[in-house]
């Protein structure tokens, strides 16, 4: 198996901790996920073998991009998700 992953995944998944750890109620897991890729699937895909070597390669401005592109792609995953909840998906 491959070490590599989408740099992304790690930035949505501290965004949702972010947002959870603010939220009145928990996120369930099922939502998390739901939002995670959703939101995933709105940016583009950016492969490393190690997240640390990317930090190291991107600047201030090219983070803050990143960033900024992460917050609106959750935001909107989760608008996505509650205006259609699972129970009430066929899967």
């Known amino acids: 198996m491959l070490n ?12 949702l901790w972010r947002l959870a750890e603010q939220a ?5 897991q099922a939502f998390q996920e739901d939002v995670a890729c959703l939101a995933l ?3 583009p ?6 997240t640390i070597d990317k930090g190291i390669n991107v600047n201030e401005q090219q983070y803050q991009e990143m960033a900024g592109a992460v917050d609106i ?6 608008q996505q998700v509650l ?8 899967d």
């Open 73 to 78: 792609a959750v935001e909107q995953a989760i």
């Open 83 to 90: 205006r259609r909840p699972r129970e009430h998906r066929n």
């Open 24 to 28: 009145d109620e928990p996120f369930s």
């Open 4 to 15: 590599i992953s989408n740099y992304y995944e790690r930035l949505v998944i501290d965004q």
């Open 41 to 43: 699937n709105k940016l």
């Open 45 to 50: 895909p950016c492969y490393v073998r190690n």
